[in-house]
Structure formats: C-alpha cells, structure tokens
C-alpha cells in the first residue's frame, strides 16, 4: 500500500470572525493527483498555503512528507510550488530565476529543459515584466520543477491560459503523475479534475462536502440521466399515446431516465410506431453540472 | 544564514538591478549630476577681505595677544565692541558679517592645560564664512605654532558647518555621499511593501532562502554600489573641483566604516518605513514623510546657515545630520577622534535598530 504523503485532519484556519478553511480532513497517497475543487473563496488556497507552511493554521493537524510545515525548516526543499497568484522580481529573466532557484535548492535538472517543457524555450532571457500573463504562469510552474519535488502543489496552474497552453500543461501535469510525484492541484476547469484527479474533494464555505473519484461524485450526485430526441408535434403525441414523460425544450424533446436502458425502449416504441426523428442522444451528467448543483444548493439552503 | 543563498540572491539582485535604468540613475548618475552642478555652482566664488567684530569676554595677555595677531596680520578689518553688548544683538542689529567671540573661559581655560576656544559667529554667506574660518584659523594656527614650547592651545569653532579649506566643494562631497546612503533607505522603503504586495517574500521563501539572507545579499549590494558611488563622487570633487579631502588609509577605513554604519542604519529605517505602508499610497506618504526632512534639514544640499534656529534644531534630531557631520570631520579635516565616540554611537544604534527590523520583518502571512 503507498504511503500517505500528505494528512490533514481537523484543519481549521480563522481570519478573525470568518472561519475560511472549517474543519476539514483529507490525505494523499504517494503518485496520487489530488484535485480540491470550490467556487471562489471556498478555502482552496488557505489550505494549500498551510499545506505549503506559508500561513499559520488555527487548529487541526497537518503532516506533509511526515513534516509540520509551520515548524520544518528543510520541507522547501522537497516541494515544488506554483502559487496562485504567482509574481516575480519585474527585471529578473526566466533564466536567471531558474538559476537562483537551482542554486539555493542545490538541484541539478537542465535549466533549459525544463524551460522548453512549460513551452518557455525561446523566454529564456526576457524580463518578467514583459512576458505575457500566461507566460508568467509557466515561469511558476517552471520553478516549481526545478528541485525535482516529490510533492507538488498547483494552484490553478492553467487559469490565464490559452486552450492549447492547457493541454500542454495537462501533459506535463500526467508526465509528472507518470513519474510516480504527488500533486495537489486546484482548478475551476472541472474537465480538468475530471481528466487529472485520481480523487477530487469538493470544497465549500471552509468544509469538503463531499470527495472521491470524479466517477463517484458523479455517481453520488448526478441526477437521472436524459434521453434527447430532436423531432417534431408527432414524435410528441406518440410519446404522450405511449405514457411517457417529457418536455419541450426548443426543437428539443427531454425524457428524463430513472435508468439508462430505459433509453432503448423509447427508442424501440418509437421505430415500432414508424414514428420519424431526426436523432438522439444520450446525456450523462458531468462532474461540472454536479458540481454547480452540489455548490448551487448549499447556496439556496442558506438563503431559505 | 547560508552564504551560497546569500551570493545566489545577490547574483539575481545584482542582474535585475543592472537592468533596471532608474535604479541606476538614482544610485549612480544623480549623485553625479548633483556634485557637478554644485560645483559648477560654487566654484567661482571668491573670498574677499572682511571686517572682523571682536568681543573679548575673557581679558588678559594671551587672549589680547590673540587680537593683536588676527589685526596685524592685515587679512581682517577688527573692530573691537564692548564686553558688556550683546554680541547676537549686535549682529543682527549690524548685519553683521563675522564676528569673533572669546569666551569668558579662555585664558582660565588656557592657563590650566586646557584648549582655549574661540567662537566664530553671524555667518550669512556659506562661501564668505568658509573663507573667514579658513583665514582665522589660519592666523590661530601661526599663533600655536609660535608658541610651540608651550602646551598652551588655540582652537577655532565655528558656529556655521563649513570645511576647513574655504571651498564649498568640500562640504557638498561629504554632504552628496550622505545623499548616496540616504537613497538605500529609499530603496528599502519601496521594495518592502511592493515586494509584500506582490508577494515575493513568498515565492523567494520557496527557494529556502531566509529574510536574514535576503537582507544581508541586499545590503552586501547597496554596500558595493555606495563604494561605487562615493569613489565616483570622491573622485569628481578633487580632479575636477579641487576638492581638498584629508585621504589617508585611516580616513577611507573610518569612512567605510561611517558608511557601512549609516547603510544598517538607514537600511533598517527603510524596512521599518516599509512595513508600515501596506498600500501603493501610503507608501510614497511614508518614503516622502521620512525622506525629504532628513534630504533637506540634514545639510544633504546646503548648510543649515541660512536657516532659522527651529530648523537647526530639528535638524539635531534627524541621523542624517550626525552622519554627515562625522562624514566631514573625517573627511575634510581628518579629524578621527572627535568623532568616534559618534561613530561608536551610530554602529550601535544601527546593530540595535537592524535586530527590531529584522524582528518585526515578518515573510509569513498572518
Ligand atoms: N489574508 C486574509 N485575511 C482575511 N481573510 C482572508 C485572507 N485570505 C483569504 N481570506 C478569506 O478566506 C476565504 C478563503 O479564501 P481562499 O483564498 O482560500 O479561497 P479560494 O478557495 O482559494 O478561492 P479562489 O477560487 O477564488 O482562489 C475567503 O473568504 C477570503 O476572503
Ligand atoms: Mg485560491
């Protein structure tokens, strides 16, 4: 069994009267991308941030690597860090910052390499300030690289960039899961949770409402599954003579399914009936629509 | 505190700031424009003869003596006033220009082993006074010279802070590399908060490095850059103003020293200035609020001379105004060890208000 890596339980962080991270416990297991999804303000990077030792918890207890961040003085070294709203020296060149970095963490990985992994070859010797914002962002992660880290926490690592850039770093995110490293990841791209994340926890208010595999989530949470058929009044009247439930939705009929297989005996009564349409399909709910489901309802509970 | 986190900072701070052309221009080229503009100024001033009041507090033998000596040297106009006037009275009534108090301390001064002061008075003119206390000392010193067997001493003070040579020159250089230490506070001042903003502290706390080493890779560069700065300027006052410093080995070390003092000191000020100023406002607030007092009432630009006795007091209170005093002590008239005990103070001063900013300067966020 692969040993945890990171353990949280009963983390509790107060900004004064506001409890941003409420009491929440989870773990990570060595090669396991772990995704922390929440609307803003849910408690993500709070929590990431104490995971990283830069903010001080209220309370609970956290053990990264078998090490109290807020006390560890060698736990940097072993981590690599792309934090969310990741900024650096204006005048200083990709280069020079990779440099620093690989001194001070006494690593030994090709600057250059991994410059070209994050797409930032031909950067090498521009200064910060007049790299693009997505650029800037592949710094981060290009720093985070350097030493070579066990455990790695990206958070939002692809917000600002373009759909091509994503993709490429999703790439370098698998290569990195490939290469057995543990990565703590925060995303509002839930495809990309759902692409990346071996588990993913729900985040919200400063609780995790619920985590698993996205599959699980799903699962727990979809509502029924819709069949969609595109047609016209006559594929609705024999749907009404045959007893089934539907709606209208522009040239959209929906057929709510309490079971996927109902789906092929709609069909079939349609073919028996010589009823014509154009198509159909068969929509399953993605972790996205849970997710704003999940998200959306704790909302209206607290407004009631 | 690792030495290879601190040379590795210093080399990414070294190249950023090499590239970064304000950052230069402040460090190096302002001061440069400065020390030629005022030279350029002042250099055409001349000294021209002028009348002398006199007002001898302390009668005897040696102090008239001293009289007779500054009238028979034909380089002053001595007009005597008498013991009882009141000599500020008298010179502002008058306007007048120089004025020589012996205090009524002198002889008893002189007659038990001690040094016999004379009190230089009313300057209005920087440049006329220069060259009134260089003549009168002259005279003063001719006077100790001939009377060499004894152990009795003459010495001058004077109550306008000008160089001893009677070129203004020589109290700019001084004064110019009190400017060049003042702008490391500013440097602190803006990097701290906007540093916090952005929060590089973080990102640079990734890397392992402590806020010891960042500091100490900062004040390692500034130190080399003032160097710099200072030989540059140094340089410029005596090739191309004829400045005439005091250059010995013992005046550069305890110069260095003076500077390397006033760098914790001013560094520390600048930390602590930036650590309150959380916003891009309060931030130009407090760099001007700490800034443009200790530029200006310290003596950076001119002499206090012209100004009205409040502001020489305030002046008392502001560092700057002790550093660059020690500065011209040393440097102009190579005067070490009146102002160690000076010296003394500002090392501890600055070691004590280095260790609270280096306290108080917290990396973590709350
Ligand atoms: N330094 C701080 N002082 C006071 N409150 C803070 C501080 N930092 C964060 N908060 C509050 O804590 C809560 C959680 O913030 P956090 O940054 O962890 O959210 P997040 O989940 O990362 O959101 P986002 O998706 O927008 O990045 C927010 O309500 C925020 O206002
Ligand atoms: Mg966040």
């Known amino acids: ?304 | 505190m690792k030495l290879s986190r601190v040379s590795a900072y210093f080399s990414l701070h070294a190249r950023s700031y090499l590239r970064s052309r304000s950052a230069l221009f402040f460090q190096i080229a302002f001061p440069i424009i400065l020390i030629l503009l005022f030279g350029a100024i002042f250099s055409g001033s001349s000294y021209s003869p002028s009348t002398l009041v006199i007002q001898n507090e302390s009668p005897s033998t040696v102090s008239w003596g001293v009289v007779d000596a500054i009238n028979s040297s034909g380089l002053f106009k001595v007009q005597l006033i008498p013991q009882n006037e009141n000599l500020s009275n008298y010179i502002t009534t008058n306007s007048v220009q120089a004025a020589l108090l012996i205090p009524s301390n002198f002889t008893s001064n002189l007659y038990s082993g001690g040094l016999g002061f004379v009190v230089l008075k009313g300057h209005t003119n920087p440049t006329v006074a220069t060259a009134d206390y260089e003549t009168l000392n002259g005279i003063l010193t001719q006077i100790n010279f001939r009377a060499s067997n004894t152990t009795q001493k003459l010495v001058l003070s004077s109550q306008v802070a000008i160089g001893n040579t009677g070129k203004t020159i020589d109290y700019y250089v001084p004064g110019l590399i009190g400017f060049t230490v003042l702008s490391t506070m500013f440097n602190m001042v803006y990097t701290v908060p906007n540093y916090r903003r952005e929060r590089l502290f973080r990102q640079l706390s990734f890397s392992g490095l402590t806020k010891s080493e960042w500091i100490t890779a900062n004040m390692l560069f500034s130190f080399l850059m003032l160097v710099l700065s200072d030989v540059i300027l140094v340089a410029i006052g005596i090739y191309a103003f004829g400045a005439s410093l005091t250059l010995n080995a013992e005046t550069i070390l305890t110069s260095a020293l003076i500077i390397f003092g006033g760098l914790f000191f001013f560094t520390s000020v600048g930390i602590l200035a930036g650590l309150v100023s959380d916003n891009e406002e309060t931030v130009s607030v407090v760099g001007n609020l700490v800034m443009f007092p200790m530029m200006f009432l310290s003596g950076v630009f001119f002499p206090l001379t012209f100004a009205p006795a409040y502001l020489v007091t305030i002046s008392k209170f502001l560092p700057l105004t002790y550093f660059i005093n020690s500065l011209i002590s040393v440097l102009d008239y190579g005067n070490i060890s009146t102002v160690a005990i000076q010296i003394v103070w500002l090392l501890l001063g600055s070691a004590i208000l280095f260790a609270i900013a280096v306290k108080l300067f917290s990396w973590k966020q709350k």
């Open chain 1, 1 to 304: 069994m692969p040993e945890t890596v990171i353990d949280v339980s009963n983390l509790v962080k107060s900004y004064s009267d506001l409890r941003a991270v409420d009491g929440i416990s989870f773990s990570i297991k060595r090669g396991e991308v772990f995704s922390l999804l929440g609307p803003n303000g849910a408690g993500k990077t709070t929590t990431v941030e104490i995971l990283e030792g830069v903010r001080n918890r209220t309370s609970g207890d956290v053990r990264v690597l078998n090490e109290d961040p807020e006390k560890s003085r060698t736990l940097t070294f072993k981590l690599g860090i792309l934090p969310q709203d990741f900024s650096f020296i204006y005048n200083s060149t990709p280069k020079e910052a990779l440099t620093f970095y690989k001194h001070t963490l006494r690593a030994s990985g090709d600057i250059q390499e991994i410059l070209e992994m994050v797409e930032l070859g031909d950067k090498a010797t521009t200064p910060f300030q007049k790299l693009s914002g997505g650029q800037k962002q592949k710094l981060g992660l290009a720093l985070s690289l350097v030493n070579d880290p066990e455990v790695l926490f990206l958070d939002e690592p692809t917000s600002g960039l373009d759909p091509r850039a994503r993709r490429n770093i999703w790439n370098v995110i698998k290569t990195l899961k490939e290469r057995g490293k543990s990565i703590l990841l925060t995303t509002h791209y839930l495809e990309e949770a759902e692409l990346l994340a071996d588990r993913v926890a729900i985040m919200n208010k400063g609780k995790i409402i619920d985590s698993g595999t996205p599959m699980e989530i799903v699962e727990r949470h979809h509502e029924d599954d819709n069949l969609i058929i595109r047609g016209d009044g006559q594929v609705e009247r024999d749907l009404a003579a045959g007893g089934f439930q539907f709606q209208r939705d522009g040239s959209y009929i929906k057929l709510r399914l309490k079971n996927i297989r109902d789906a092929t005996s709609i069909i079939n009564y349609l073919s028996e009936h010589k009823t014509k349409f154009e198509d159909f399909t068969l929509k399953r709910e993605s972790l996205e629509d849970v997710f704003i489901r999940m998200v959306g309802e704790i909302e209206e509970d607290e407004t009631e």
